[in-house]
């Protein structure tokens, strides 16, 4: 394809139709929630299950769209965003798949499920959470990174359109990996932005594999190591070599760490002679890189 054609192709008025197009490299227009959507159908998303809010709710309307080209996939409204999370954690548990998008005070609907499964293992589960600083669509202004902190989940921040797409790929990449539910996070401000975004593959095969249940390794011990004090402690690499050998498949904080510590996503920019580093994430990069 030319360059002219991608321009070209960049100003055309979105079409509902490009979330589900199946040409990698095509560049086209979307909002944040059409990118997350398109994001998780190129990893090949199976279910999504949210509850409506402030700035995300058209990312099901998008992924609901594309469930008409793709009959595998399950999109849900669900009760709330409780429910919404246990349905995708089923999902995932069952080896598909699975996204599960809420405003920030969404978060902490699920806490009670989001801390069980954190050391249960799970499989290819996201939450993509949007945080709404200065609270102008919705009831305070949370910040959802001390509650991923606290439960010892991983974040993901794009700071533009296609990072928000590629992000959303990659952290069903890092969730199957680790075997943990990764964050996705998004503010109020880049979820009604709009910016041209390339399309990348989508993952057809990974949609259409079978459902089957990951045995959970902890259910292998004796009482109480399976309890979840036992598994905390796991977590964290406080156990004995050979009930390390018994749960070797759920994940660990090191692991966890590690993963995130070295991805690609984390860009060093250095300018010769600088006496001054800066760090910036997510929406404060865009407006820093402008001021300097």
């Known amino acids: 394809m030319t360059q ?57 309307d998008n992924l609901a769209i594309a469930a008409s080209a793709y009959p595998e996939m399950h999109v849900e409204w669900s009760t709330n965003e409780k429910t919404a999370y246990e349905v995708t954690l089923g999902a995932s548990m069952a080896g598909v798949r699975a996204l599960c998008p809420m405003k920030n005070v969404g978060m902490n609907w699920i806490m009670d499920p989001l801390a069980s499964s954190q050391l249960n293992g799970t499989s290819g589960l996201v939450i993509v959470v949007a945080d709404d600083p200065g609270a102008e669509t919705t009831q305070n202004e949370q910040d959802t990174r001390y509650l991923a902190m606290f439960t010892e989940i991983p974040v993901l921040e794009p700071s533009t359109m296609q990072e928000v797409k590629d992000f959303t790929a990659e952290a069903f990449e890092l969730s199957e990996r680790l075997m943990i539910p990764v964050v ?64 070797g498949s759920l994940p660990r904080a090191d692991a966890v760490e590690k993963a995130v510590d070295e991805h690609s996503f984390n860009v060093l920019q250095m300018s010769k002679g600088a006496r001054l580093g800066i760090i910036a994430a997510a929406m404060t990069y865009p407006p820093l890189v402008e001021a300097l």
């Open 184 to 247: 996705l996070r998004v503010m109020e401000r880049l979820g009604y932005g709009r910016e041209p975004v390339v399309l990348g593959p989508i993952k057809h095969e990974v949609r259409k594999r079978e459902a089957r249940y990951v045995w959970n390794t902890a259910w292998n011990l004796p009482w109480p190591e399976r309890a979840a004090a036992a598994r905390h402690k796991r977590f964290h690499g406080e156990v004995s070599r050979d009930i390390e050998e018994m749960v």
């Open 4 to 60: 002219e054609k991608y321009v070209q192709r960049t100003f055309m008025k979105y079409s509902s139709d490009d979330i589900a197009l199946d040409r990698a490299g095509e560049m086209v227009l979307l909002s944040c929630n059409e990118a997350l959507a398109r994001g998780a159908i190129e990893a090949g998303v199976r279910v999504a299950a949210s509850y409506p809010g402030s700035p995300l709710p058209y990312v099901m």
